[in-house]
């Protein structure tokens, strides 16, 4: 979608006109859902925040001033408000929370235990803890930056680096490069 | 053959993407062009600080180290001067003490605690039972003695005493005074952000809260704090949910706003006032 097809999507939402909603969507729920599913790493939640980006869009039409690319515009509100979200979701006490900083649960199954040729990304997924997956999923889903991970999670740079190393150790071990 | 981790990976996840567009379309208001007419300015509150007398406390804490260490430091000292004195010149106990005495006038003029010294040195002088044997107990009997003092000063101070004995301090609690004018601005407020400028995007009413603006970080000047264990700040760009408190209309959307915000922690969520 051209920056001049995204300003006429925006004039017809300020008109009222949801087909200009229904564009957008079509076209960029891929992108929306990927980001924030890559943050939060939950489908539900992802679902849930997705559906409230395309509400809070459509009510930001209005005002709305755009002066660089539309898509970074849309990438960056997406990606705030799943961060936003973990945020908010990271003050309620989880399990995780009990877990030692930098211990690892320790795999049931090793890696070199499965068959590595037949694999799909969601079963070489299957093979990273949580903690590596979260990583991962921000920094390829969500093109977010260790610092940004960081940040977000709470949680040592170092510590994430080195979840991302892990993980992408295991991953070449499948055939994914 | 390695395969592309990244790309099937994006892949997976927009190959099984969920419909959503029935609950969006659900969720949408009827004229996005409508103000929130509901919006009613929430009334300014007053916040009263409550008067601790902290500062005094503290100076207290300081009072109730520095005295004790100071009678210890005496305690150690006139002994082991004393000991020095004998073994190094040779001099009899009595001549000993006779020399502590000499030397106590000189120092008196330093400060009060070496007026101290220089008093309980006298004292020893004039002491004709005292002898340099019992050293070795004269900490503990000069402790004593000073404890007594203490005693007596807290019956002469009566109740007064107890009003003055410090708190203990709360792990977690802010290490300044100023810190925790900064964080806790009373009745459950913790400041997050004392100035920061916020677009909103629009505003809408939550049964449990009331108006609710959904708001844009456009800059930050303030300091972040930390209201709450791993809340990093607010960036740039970010977008918040706040309820706005004080102003004296409805925001506006699209309109720019310098604000403070603040944990409500009670209510678990976040409020905007103008700033200062």
């Given at each position: 979608m051209t920056q001049e097809q995204f300003a006429d999507c925006i004039n017809?939402?300020?008109?009222?006109?949801?087909?200009?909603?229904?564009?957008?969507?079509?076209?960029?729920?891929?992108?929306?859902?990927?980001?924030?599913?890559?943050?939060?790493?939950?489908?539900?939640?992802?679902?849930?925040?997705?559906?409230?980006?395309?509400?809070?869009?459509?009510?930001?039409?209005?005002?709305?001033?755009?002066?660089?690319?539309?898509?970074?515009?849309?990438?960056?509100?997406?990606?705030?408000?799943a961060i936003d979200f973990i945020r908010k979701d990271s003050r309620n006490i989880s399990v995780d929370d009990f877990v030692e900083e930098g211990i690892e649960p320790v795999e049931k199954e090793t890696v070199e235990e499965t068959v590595v040729g037949d694999m799909t990304v969601t079963e070489a997924l299957a093979t990273l803890s949580e903690n590596e997956r979260q990583v991962v999923s921000m920094k390829v889903l969500s093109d977010m930056t260790f610092k940004e991970i960081s940040e977000t999670l709470g949680v040592p740079m170092g510590t994430i680096t080195w979840r991302y190393q892990e993980a992408i150790k295991k991953l070449r071990r499948l055939g994914y490069e | 053959m390695n395969k592309d981790f990244a790309k099937e990976y994006k892949d997976a996840v927009v190959n099984d993407l969920p419909d959503l567009w029935d609950r969006i379309e659900a969720a949408l208001p009827e004229d996005v062009n409508a103000q929130d007419d509901a919006t009613t300015p929430v009334a300014p509150i007053e916040f009263k600080k409550e008067e601790k007398p902290k500062k005094k406390k503290k100076k207290l804490v300081w009072l109730?180290?520095?005295?004790?260490?100071?009678?210890?430091?005496?305690?150690?000292?006139?002994?082991?001067?004393?000991?020095?004195t004998a073994g190094i010149f040779g001099l009899t106990t009595k001549q000993s003490s006779n020399s502590m005495a000499a030397a106590a006038p000189a120092a008196a003029s330093d400060s009060d605690s070496i007026a101290y010294e220089a008093s309980e040195a006298a004292s020893f002088d004039e002491d004709p039972s005292f002898n340099i044997n019992s050293v070795a107990e004269a900490p503990e009997s000069i402790d004593s003695i000073f404890e007594d003092d203490n005693l007596k000063g807290a019956e002469a101070q009566g109740e007064k005493t107890k009003d003055l004995i410090p708190e203990p301090v709360l792990p977690g609690a802010a290490d300044t005074e100023e810190e925790q004018e900064l964080l806790d601005i009373g009745n459950g407020y913790l400041l997050a952000n004392a100035k920061m400028k916020v677009k909103v995007d629009g505003t809408y009413t939550d049964d449990a809260i009331g108006t609710v603006a959904e708001l844009q970080i456009t800059s930050i000047s303030g300091k972040n704090n930390e209201v709450y264990d791993g809340f990093s700040g607010f960036s740039v760009g970010e977008c918040v949910k706040a309820k706005p408190e004080g102003f004296d209309n409805a925001l506006k959307p699209g309109v720019e706003y310098e604000v403070s915000i603040y944990l409500y922690a009670p209510g678990d969520y976040w409020v905007i006032r103008p700033a200062d």
């Open positions: 017809r939402i300020k008109q009222n006109d949801k087909s200009g909603l229904k564009e957008i969507y079509d076209e960029y729920l891929g992108m929306i859902y990927s980001i924030i599913y890559g943050v939060v790493n939950q489908r539900e939640n992802a679902e849930d925040i997705t559906q409230d980006f395309f509400v809070k869009l459509y009510k930001m039409a209005p005002t709305m001033d755009l002066k660089d690319s539309h898509k970074t515009f849309l990438s960056v509100i997406a990606r705030n408000m | 109730y180290a520095v005295i004790p260490a100071a009678a210890i430091i005496l305690v150690v000292l006139i002994p082991v001067g004393a000991l020095l």
